[in-house]
Nanobody
Framework: QVQLVESGGGSVQAGGSLRLSCAAS???????MGWFRQAPGKEREGVASIHSDGSTSYADSVKGRFTISQDNAKNTLYLQMNSLKPEDTAMYYC????????????????????????WGQGTPVTVSS
């Protein structure tokens, strides 16, 4: 059973930094993992993803400010967020790609050529101006 647990969210002023962590269990690094966010009243959007070959993908809105990384030995995914803006305020979710057999939590999000189907509970980020 795949379990994803996020931590590291909080409240910061604009220009500040936060690092989110996602502890994964029951999952293999053979697939992509990513960070998503959802602001109140808005659709969930992809923020960043890291793929099995180590390549990364980012939303245009966070390029140059956010960095995704993972520590396979610790089964942990990270999102370093710098130069935070009020528009970065959202609930941030860790997600894992669904394997070819189609396993998922029930909610699927397709982005960057991948189907993300496993989700954490989210960690809130609030950026004040």
């Amino acid at each position: 059973q795949v379990q994803l647990v996020e931590s590291g969210g909080g409240s910061v002023q604009a220009g500040g930094s936060l690092r989110l962590s996602c502890a994964a269990s029951g999952y293999t690094s053979s697939y992509s993992m990513g960070w998503f966010r959802q602001a109140p009243g808005k659709e969930r959007e992809g923020v960043a993803s890291i793929h099995s070959d180590g390549s990364t993908s980012y939303a245009d809105s966070v390029k140059g400010r956010f960095t995704i990384s993972q520590d396979n030995a610790k089964n942990t995914l990270y999102l370093q967020m710098n130069s935070l803006k009020p528009e970065d305020t959202a609930m941030y979710y860790c997600a894992a790609e669904s394997p070819p057999n189609g396993g998922s939590d029930g909610y699927l999000f397709v982005i960057w050529g991948r189907v993300f189907g496993y989700w954490g509970q989210g960690t809130p980020v609030t950026v004040s101006s």
